[in-house]
């Protein structure tokens, strides 16, 4: 697992330029969580208390990135990549037929997307309705950048339970 792919936010960069590449450097941490395992390993429960995959983190990353830049932000008329639930849980994180291929293609389309639809976005303070809330591109893209991270938390446990991998 190398860190080669990622690219570090600038430390002088302003407000938008930082937060599109800190979400963009959470995006890239997922995918070198990710990186060189097995469909199978990518699809372990590693850590025997919890159901969590790194196939069903990168899932329900797609499914998030669609929600809030394509649902909420873009208004557009879109479902979940994986609709429903099951037993009380997002569909996504239930990968035991997944096909990590189609996973991670549905994840990188999300992720361009969402890029595409925050640069269509004026300024930060730029508010879009949503379910009787008004919610800025500011908050969507903290929100994102603390979803990945607290996810990439768990997606670094489950890498080291995988195959002792460690890295930041």
Partial sequence: ??????????KVAD??????SFLDYQRAT???KCAGLTGEQLKRRAIPTSQLTL??????????ERSWFRLVM????????????????????????????????????ECALARSVAASFHGLDDTVGFRGETISVR??????????????GHADLLREAIDGAVGE
């Fill in 1 to 10: 697992m190398t860190d080669d792919q990622r690219i570090h936010p600038s």
């Fill in 15 to 20: 407000d938008r330029a930082s937060l599109l």
């Fill in 30 to 32: 997922l995918a070198m």
């Fill in 55 to 64: 196939l069903g983190l990168v899932r329900h990353a797609a499914s998030v």
């Fill in 74 to 109: 873009n208004a557009e008329d879109v479902r979940p990549p994986w609709p429903g639930e099951v037993d009380g849980t997002f569909a996504e994180f239930h990968v035991e037929d997944a096909e990590p291929e189609e996973a991670f293609e549905v994840w990188h389309e």
């Fill in 139 to 152: 908050y969507v893209l903290t929100h994102m950048i603390e979803e990945y991270a607290r996810h990439n």
